[in-house]
């Protein structure tokens, strides 16, 4: 039951190959595994692919049997049609183009399991990048803020300047007061006299004018200080919002490039495997000689080539014989005086009957 399943795989004619020897039928039956094997393979690797795609299992699970069912078609109708011949040149030229599509089947079957075997050195591959992306965007985020907060903290800064420069004011009206009072400056009398409650009276209005202006800077600093926390709340929900996107960044084609930049040499190896199960049947076929199934075939093919030759022939032959009996029936009917009156005399009364027509008509129009 086994050997019948791998020899459908093979895709040869079953009751050619059942007439064949026993070796003839296991060499067949292995071609048919191969086949078989290649496509669940690629099934498997299918299947991971599109579940990097979809992260669905069920939908991973389908499409990958579908692929793995056009790969097996594929393989299958690469092995079937290619024929034995007696030139290995002509066999070569025959094999050229399916070896071409052996090479681009085992290129597309490959890939998705090089990326499942590789995961591991992958996923660190991806997490460093994954990282340098997180400080970009946060580096670029931060550029769109970073004006705004900075012109609002100038704001503060300034504000808090304008209040020390007036206490430094405030200060040095003090100290000049104090010492007209002590009498080391000034007038240098002892005592408060007026020139001591003029500067006493100019301290006392700056620092009047020092309280008020502290407690309008205040408000203007906590309403600086507001937006700017703000502004960092808006920068840091911008970064969450934009964060998940650099989470995911774990595609199918993510993976490809980051496999890329792992050394290539184990990555090439696994691919000469699959080319070399892909290929090993269309090689098998080249380098056998002509089989038993092989002059089964031929025979079979030619047979049914010669009677399609011999029946297109036989119709040309009956086509030319009719043609040349027409041909000498109508030249002795040219002659026969007795078809020359009757047809004459038809003629005659049609002629006569579109006459009659012709009149009527135009007695109408009178």
Not at 189 to 212: N, Q, T
Request: glycine share 4%; proline share 2%; charged share 25%.
């Amino acid at each position: 039951m086994l050997k019948k399943f791998f020899l459908i795989c093979s895709g040869v004619d079953l009751n050619l190959i059942n007439s064949c020897s026993n070796g003839e039928q296991n060499k067949y039956a292995g071609i048919g595994a191969t086949v078989f094997f290649t496509a669940v393979m690629a099934s498997l690797a299918g299947s991971y692919a599109l579940y990097t795609i979809f992260d669905s299992v069920f939908m991973a699970i389908f499409f990958g049997l579908i692929w793995g069912l056009l790969i097996f078609n594929l393989d299958r109708f690469i092995v079937s049609t290619i024929k034995k011949h007696d030139s290995k040149r002509t066999e070569v030229l025959q094999a050229t183009p399916r070896i071409i599509l052996a090479i681009i089947i085992a290129m597309v079957i490959s890939k998705p399991l090089e990326l499942k075997i590789f995961e591991k050195e992958i996923n660190q591959v991806l997490l460093t990048e994954k990282n340098q992306m997180t400080l970009d965007n946060k580096a670029q985020i931060s550029k769109q803020f970073e004006s705004e907060i900075a012109k609002l903290q100038n704001g503060i800064t300034s504000l808090k300047e304008e209040v020390t420069s007036k206490e430094k004011e405030v200060n040095d009206l003090y100290e000049t007061y104090i010492a007209e009072a002590e009498g080391r400056k000034g007038t240098k009398l002892v005592g408060k006299g007026p020139v001591y409650k003029e500067k006493r009276e100019k301290h006392d209005a700056a620092l009047k004018e020092l309280s008020d202006l502290k407690q309008k800077n205040v408000a203007k600093i906590q309403t600086n200080e507001q937006a700017i926390a703000q502004l960092q709340i808006k920068q840091k929900d911008t970064e969450a919002k934009t964060q998940p996107v650099i989470d995911n960044f774990d595609g199918f084609m993510a993976r490809i490039n980051a496999l890329e930049k792992l050394p290539w040499l184990p990555s090439f190896f696994i691919f000469l495997l699959f080319l070399a199960i892909e290929t090993a049947p269309i090689f098998t076929k080249l380098i056998s000689s002509k089989g038993e199934y092989d002059y089964k075939l031929q025979d079979q093919e030619t047979a049914v080539k010669n009677w399609v030759k011999q029946q297109v022939q036989e119709r040309d032959e009956m086509l030319q014989t009719d043609a040349a009996i027409n041909n000498k029936v109508y030249s002795d009917v040219q002659e026969d005086e007795d078809i020359y009156n009757y047809k004459r005399k038809k003629t005659q009364e049609l002629m006569k009957a579109q006459a009659n027509s012709f009149f009527k008509k135009q007695q109408k129009l009178l």
